[in-house]
């Protein structure tokens, strides 16, 4: 009998369309039509003459919230993808940018929210005035810096970490830089990186409603965008229970159906891009990517891009041209200038750098006057009330935009605090600050300007970071010990990994604004010290940065060794210690690092907690910067970002980085 390979069947001529695409084109054009409707909804009027935005509480309103809320995020994760594969690649690529960018990436990261909006929403506003669109780009700015850090961490770690012999074997097969990238770095990097997107995805929603709910100077009150996390912001607000179930129930359809039709098929098709020699009997399975791999005009469509992909690449090849030696010998002296030389320019620029903040905050005369210290120009109105500010201006006390009244004001109003009137005494009385008979001494002092910072509010701030510090580590510490195992064992169970995936990634979208009311009303019915018991809030959204690494950490583990392990009889803490942990140290140093900086950048809605009139606050740095996050960047926020960054990069660099060298050094593949 004779056979023919491949069948006749195989190699005949197929149509262009199969009873698949029936269901994958509707789901496409759905997909499409549903970005046309969030995108239309965007464009509204908005300026000093245009009602605030707000949101209703009406549950028939939360399948369009969730659109907008979405595709906000979806945005935030493009542009996070392309700042990833720039910014970490050329990080990874140059060891003298290293320096700069990963401190930089450090710093950043620790950055809370708030202040990123008080920074750029005024600038977008400026760009599409009379839009609404500045405060939509303003608001996927700010889900983008809630995404970016982490991603852009994984893929530079997992540059750093390419096994030798792929390096090598990409030599030998004169690989030029470009195809090299995409052939081998790319490739090797991507279930890295795919869990680390998953996860900023999820942990976008943590911060959904610091970056749907935004204070616009000018404007009395804040501007809630349609959106989830401003229907969950404004439920807060009225205490409304229902409100948060329904928030609650929508997130969850919204997580299952993204992770069916987006995640869970690139998962699967992620696996071949897994190091290993022997391929593994489990593997992920997605019904979406059967269903688009089998739908022919979708198929058809997809392979269009694909011939001038594939020419580019040919194009950039090496040809007759020699390659370049892994190892390439520079002369030691010029190694040597070339570095002080670049470590100067570094120097000199932070030097600049630190000079413009130091005098956007202190002044030019740097918080000094005539030898003495300027003193602290207290703000009147600590709780920035509408109607205290009010009552202040019809005294003729000139103040801020953002409802400040500075001491300052209230002094030039008072003949330096020798002129009192009834209503300036009561107008005091009410803000809580100073007794009149103190005032004439404190005008007496030489003040800072209004809205700058004294050096004598340094060592408070100083120290509300030390809190803070104690905080973040010691939840940190807690999520290790429970998630890290938890990880090894979803990863070590790819059927499990599936079953568990949406619940992990609903778990990690949840916004902890949800949860917050609850510990709110506890801490105030037993009277518990918001210091400590507001403590664990600070991690609810980021512990879920460690999981998911040591989850792509595991799954990432080659089948042969997990099979050589299991040749030579390795069991319990003998296999842990030499397989698992040393597997997954690199992945535990990414997740360990973007959950520390995650956590310091939760502290800002962690620290201050309410529900409905109760507030409770914990003394620490982020309840500064919420404090003083009126709407525009003021030198009280640049204080409180500057502080926070550098406990973040000192903590890093002493800490994190050496636990990643260590990674680097001996526990890479190859």
């Given at each position: 009998m004779k056979r023919t390979f491949p069948s006749l069947g195989a190699v005949s001529v197929r149509g262009y369309f199969s009873r698949w695409d029936l269901i994958a084109v509707p789901l496409i054009?759905?997909?499409?039509?549903?970005?046309?409707?969030?995108?239309?909804?965007?464009?509204?009027?908005?300026?000093?003459?245009?009602?605030?935005?707000?949101?209703?509480?009406?549950?028939?309103?939360?399948?369009?919230?969730?659109?907008?809320?979405?595709?906000?995020?979806?945005?935030?994760?493009?542009?996070?993808?392309?700042?990833?594969?720039?910014?970490?690649?050329?990080?990874?690529?140059?060891?003298?940018?290293?320096?700069?960018?990963?401190?930089?990436?450090?710093?950043?990261?620790?950055?809370?929210?708030l202040g990123f909006l008080t920074v750029t929403t005024t600038i977008f506003l400026g760009l599409f005035q009379g839009s609404a669109l500045g405060l939509e780009a303003a608001s996927i700015f700010a889900i983008f810096t809630s995404q970016v850090w982490n991603m852009a961490f994984s893929f530079y770690y997992s540059l750093t970490t390419i096994p030798g012999?792929?390096?090598?074997?990409?030599?030998?097969?004169?690989?030029?830089?470009?195809?090299?990238?995409?052939?081998?770095?790319?490739?090797?990097?991507?279930?890295?990186?795919?869990?680390?997107?998953?996860?900023?995805v999820s942990?976008?929603?943590?911060?959904?409603?610091?970056?749907?709910?935004?204070?616009?100077?000018?404007?009395?009150?804040?501007?809630?965008?349609?959106?989830?996390?401003?229907?969950?912001?404004?439920?807060?607000?009225?205490?409304?229970?229902?409100?948060?179930?329904?928030?609650?129930?929508?997130?969850?359809?919204?997580?299952?159906?993204?992770?069916?039709?987006l995640f869970r098929p690139i998962v699967a098709w992620a696996e071949k891009f897994k190091f290993e020699q022997s391929e593994s009997a489990d593997t992920a399975q997605s019904w979406m990517l059967t269903l688009m791999q089998r739908a022919r005009l979708v198929q058809a469509l997809g392979k269009l891009p694909a011939a001038g992909w594939e020419r580019l690449s040919l194009s950039t090849s090496r040809k007759n041209r020699p390659g370049r030696p892994l190892e390439q010998a520079v002369p030691l002296g010029r190694q040597r200038v070339q570095d002080r030389g670049w470590n100067a320019v570094i120097v000199m620029t932070t030097a600049g750098l630190l000079y413009l903040l130091a005098t956007f905050m202190f002044g030019h005369s740097l918080g000094v006057r005539s030898g003495r210290l300027l003193g602290p120009n207290v703000n009147f109105n600590s709780r920035f009330d509408p109607a205290l500010t009010q009552r202040?201006?019809?005294?003729?006390?000139?103040?801020?935009?953002?409802?400040?009244?500075?001491?300052?004001?209230?002094?030039?109003?008072?003949?330096?605090?020798?002129?009192?009137?009834?209503g300036l005494s009561a107008a005091m009385t009410?803000?809580?600050?100073?007794?009149?008979?103190?005032?004439?001494?404190?005008?007496?002092?030489?003040?800072?300007?209004?809205?700058?910072?004294?050096?004598?509010?340094?060592?408070?701030?100083?120290?509300?970071?030390?809190m803070t510090l104690l905080r973040v580590m010691v939840m940190i510490v807690v999520a290790t010990l429970i998630w890290v195992p938890v990880g090894v064992w979803?990863?070590?169970?790819?059927?499990?990994?599936?079953?568990?995936?949406?619940?992990?990634?609903?778990?990690?979208?949840?916004?902890?604004?949800?949860?917050?009311?609850?510990?709110?009303v506890l801490i105030a019915r037993f009277h518990l010290s918001p210091n400590v018991f507001l403590s664990p809030l600070i991690v609810l959204g980021t512990q879920w940065y460690i999981l998911f690494n040591v989850i792509a950490g595991t799954i990432a583990i080659p089948t042969d060794l997990k099979e050589a392990a299991h040749v030579q009889g390795l069991r319990g803490w003998v296999y842990w210690r030499r397989l698992i942990l040393p597997s997954i140290f690199p992945a535990f140093v990414t997740g360990g690092i973007t959950a520390s900086g995650g956590s310091w950048n939760a502290s800002i809605v962690a620290e201050v907690a309410s529900w409905g009139a109760t507030t409770l606050s914990a003394a620490g740095l982020g309840a500064y910067i919420a404090h003083w996050s009126t709407g525009e960047f003021n030198p009280h926020v640049a204080l409180g970002m500057l502080v926070m960054g550098l406990f973040v990069l000192s903590f890093n660099r002493l800490f994190w980085r050496r636990l990643y060298t260590i990674a680097e050094e001996r526990y890479r593949l190859g």
């Open positions: 054009l759905g997909a499409l039509l549903m970005l046309a409707l969030a995108f239309q909804g965007s464009r509204e009027p908005f300026s000093a003459g245009t009602p605030d935005l707000t949101v209703s509480l009406d549950p028939r309103f939360l399948p369009y919230y969730g659109l907008r809320s979405f595709v906000r995020m979806l945005l935030a994760v493009c542009f996070s993808l392309l700042f990833t594969f720039t910014y970490a690649t050329l990080a990874a690529r140059s060891r003298r940018a290293e320096k700069v960018m990963i401190p930089v990436l450090d710093f950043l990261q620790s950055l809370p929210i012999e792929l390096n090598e074997a990409a030599a030998q097969m004169r690989l030029s830089g470009w195809q090299k990238y995409w052939k081998l770095e790319v490739p090797f990097a991507t279930p890295s990186l795919l869990w680390n997107t998953m996860m900023s942990g976008g929603w943590f911060f959904v409603v610091a970056s749907e709910v935004i204070s616009v100077v000018g404007w009395d009150k804040s501007q809630f965008l349609p959106g989830i996390g401003a229907y969950i912001g404004r439920a807060i607000q009225e205490a409304d229970v229902p409100a948060m179930v329904y928030a609650g129930a929508t997130l969850l359809v919204i997580v299952l159906i993204y992770d069916q039709l202040f201006r019809a005294l003729n006390v000139q103040v801020g935009a953002d409802q400040t009244v500075w001491l300052s004001s209230v002094c030039s109003a008072s003949q330096g605090g020798r002129q009192v009137s009834d009410q803000a809580g600050i100073l007794k009149n008979e103190t005032l004439s001494r404190r005008c007496a002092a030489h003040l800072a300007a209004p809205g700058q910072v004294s050096l004598a509010e340094l060592p408070a701030v100083f120290g509300l970071g030390l979803i990863g070590l169970n790819p059927r499990v990994a599936q079953t568990v995936q949406p619940l992990a990634q609903f778990l990690a979208a949840f916004p902890a604004n949800l949860i917050f009311p609850v510990f709110v």
